[in-house]
């Protein structure tokens, strides 16, 4: 009798499954069939391979009868060897179908899933920042990663499953019934007492599956949160070893527990099934030999025998059948999880007739702008301000004021909810989006360099710069002496997220990013955290020429580079509270001037340099 084959375990929907069955609608399954159109040819060979093979397997348990009947009790051992050969070929070939099958199977889903993935990554490519800012980026991957590889175990197990099941059932339902009908009737009466234990244990053995599951999500989250490099830092600064330790052990020893409990249930499991793998066929044998000795001479003990072997092979696909139920919900809930995010429209996109002009000077206007993340907080109320070209605004503003969110309008990362940014005189949402940021130049405050070599990283912005023009931004960045100095000169690994670099180094090098890009708007968000006196020059150093040839809008927290721009706005509540030069504001007595007193002024002692540092300043 064929083992449960690991289906036992998810044949229950867990209470949430339950209240959260998805509605399956004509559509949703038309939608689910779109996605097999494409290897329709396939599919009708899949679905000829699961009939034979069906057919075939059940073949050599009527040979068995055949066996015992015209060959061992007639004694025709030309019979006997004639059937054990078709048996064996029978089987063979049943195999070998059944290895084709497996093949065009695997090879369906695999392309299926392939093409779900390319077109999800490829959406999800197109969802505007609140998508990613709003959304739980785990969720996401989980979508993209899990979700997906359940809907190839959807194709290659639930669907094909279904099929051959049904068929195989039918099949030994009809040779029972053709080799002997009270028999038959005899077997179906046994079916149930193979279903019920097999039911059971796979209840509880599901219930601890589910509680292992969200044990080990729980390992997983403390290795994940206390093994990165920051949860590290932290567990290190505040001496939490040992307690991360103890919490570790505490789950980890739970985790035990419940494997142990897992293999006893499997164990019991197997003993139950052994158990009836043994009665059934006795019962068989019990009540097919009362009618055969008492009722019906013409019964044989082939056909007998016939039926306990085709009862053999009945097991697993009633068992499997009767689960179908919760594999279908389970399959829809996922297809509608991975629809659902199909189905959302990405907030920022391309305008029909979207414009390209052919040169950028980068100059930016608001008029009378407001935004808010959430309706109910307003973060920017009626800015307008105009930044010609090759000039350099700075924003400055008290920390949450909406520095960051006036930027990102510009990229469009968000779109304004009134009023509007024009870009060269024309609204944002009116220009190709490509053209909108190939134009405009950010580094921003936290910088991202993808974990991979410096190299990398700077053909970012521009695939097919020369080394020559490498080398050049990274000298104008006032990176160059860095680089030199590492042993593999721009084929430095940069580290997960660039964390191997410091800070300084980080924003040299996205600047030097930038410079390949060379856009013709140049937005720089300065890095609230302190960086020290030599870092900082050089950033300045690096900005500075930059600023003085493009249009630029700085995000500035020191006076250095509030000093480098030709107007000054200072946000307040999301308002330009004050707007000028530096001495037109320093002296004024309004936000500005606290902003200096607090702030800026501090920053400028820090800039001038009391103390020598030494040249490298990792
Ligand atoms: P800082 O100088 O500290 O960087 P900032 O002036 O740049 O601050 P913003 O980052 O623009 O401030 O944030 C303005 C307000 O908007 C803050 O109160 C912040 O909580 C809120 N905010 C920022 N991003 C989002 C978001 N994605 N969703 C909802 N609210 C947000």
Redesign the pocket.
């Known amino acids: 009798m064929p083992p449960p084959n690991g289906r036992l375990g998810p044949g229950y929907l867990t209470d949430e499954e339950k209240k959260n069955k998805p509605k399956v609608t004509k559509d949703l399954i038309k939608r689910i069939f779109s996605y097999l159109k494409p290897y329709r040819l396939q599919l009708v060979f899949v679905l000829a391979a699961i009939l034979c093979s069906a057919v075939l397997t059940l073949l050599p348990s009527v040979l068995t009868g055949k066996i015992i009947d015209d060959g061992l009790i007639a004694q025709n051992l030309r019979a006997l060897i004639l059937y054990i050969l078709l048996s064996f070929g029978v089987t063979l070939l049943a195999n070998l179908i059944g290895i084709l099958e497996s093949y065009l199977n695997t090879w369906i889903a695999q392309h299926i899933t392939f093409d779900m993935r390319n077109s999800m990554y490829a959406h999800l490519q197109k969802m505007s920042?609140?998508f990613f800012?709003?959304n739980n980026q785990g969720d996401i991957i989980t979508r993209m990663t899990s979700d997906i590889s359940g809907v190839q175990q959807i194709i290659t197990n639930t669907l094909t499953s279904i099929i051959s099941n049904a068929v195989t059932l039918t099949v030994a339902l009809v040779l029972m019934f053709s080799e002997n009908w009270k028999l038959a009737l005899v077997g179906i009466a046994v079916v149930p007492l193979f279903v019920i234990p097999t039911r059971s244990a796979g209840k509880r053995r599901w219930s601890i599956t589910k509680d292992s599951q969200a044990c080990s999500d729980e390992i997983n989250g403390i290795l994940n949160e206390t093994l990165s490099v920051s949860g590290q830092l932290l567990v290190k600064q505040f001496g939490m070893e040992q307690r991360e330790y103890d919490h570790y052990e505490s789950v980890n020893r739970k985790m035990i527990g419940l494997n142990i409990k897992e293999s006893m249930a499997g164990r019991w499991f197997r003993m139950a099934l052994g158990t009836f793998t043994n009665i059934g066929p006795m019962l068989i044998y019990l009540v097919g030999g009362i009618i055969m000795m008492r009722f019906d001479k013409s019964i044989t003990v082939g056909q007998i025998s016939v039926l306990v072997a085709l009862l053999g092979k009945m097991y697993m696909p009633v068992n499997q059948l009767l689960n179908i139920q919760v594999d279908w919900i389970r399959s829809m809930a996922m297809f509608t999880r991975i629809f659902d995010y199909y189905d959302m429209v990405p907030e920022i996109e391309n305008a029909p007739d979207a414009l390209r002009p052919s040169t950028a000077d980068g100059e930016v206007e608001f008029r009378g702008v407001r935004f808010?993340?959430?309706p109910e907080?307003e973060?920017?109320h009626d800015i307008s301000f105009t930044l010609s070209k090759g000039k350099c605004i700075a924003?400055v503003?008290?920390?949450?004021?909406?520095?960051?969110?006036?930027?990102?309008l510009i990229p469009r990362f968000?779109d304004v909810i009134d009023g509007c940014v024009l870009f060269d005189g024309t609204d944002v949402r009116k220009l190709d989006l490509g053209y909108l940021r190939e134009n405009i130049g950010i580094v921003s405050?936290e910088t991202y360099l993808f974990n991979g070599t410096i190299r990398d990283n700077l053909l970012y912005a521009k695939p097919d710069a020369t080394e020559d023009e490498l080398i050049e931004a990274c000298k104008r960045a006032n990176i160059y002496d860095f680089i030199e100095k590492q042993e593999t000169g721009l084929d430095t690994v940069v580290g997960n997220r660039g964390l191997k670099l410091s800070g300084g180094e980080k924003q040299r090098i996205s600047i030097a990013r930038i410079l390949l890009k060379d856009p013709a708007l140049m937005i720089f968000?300065e890095a609230?955290s302190a960086l020290d006196s030599i870092s900082e020059q050089k950033i300045q150093d690096a900005i500075e020429p930059l600023i003085a040839t493009r249009t630029s809008i700085l995000?500035a927290?020191r006076l250095s580079t509030i000093l480098a721009a030709d107007e000054i706005l200072v946000?307040k509540d999301?308002e330009i509270a004050e707007r000028g030069t530096h001495q037109e504001l320093v002296g004024a007595g309004g936000v500005y001037t606290q902003l200096y007193e607090t702030q800026f002024s501090k920053a400028t002692e820090h800039i001038t340099p009391e103390f020598s540092y030494s040249e490298g300043e990792n």
């Open positions: 920042m609140r800012t709003s808010y993340y959430e907080r973060i920017l924003i503003g008290p920390s949450g004021s909406g520095k960051s969110t006036l930027i990102n968000y405050q968000d609230t995000i927290h946000i999301g």
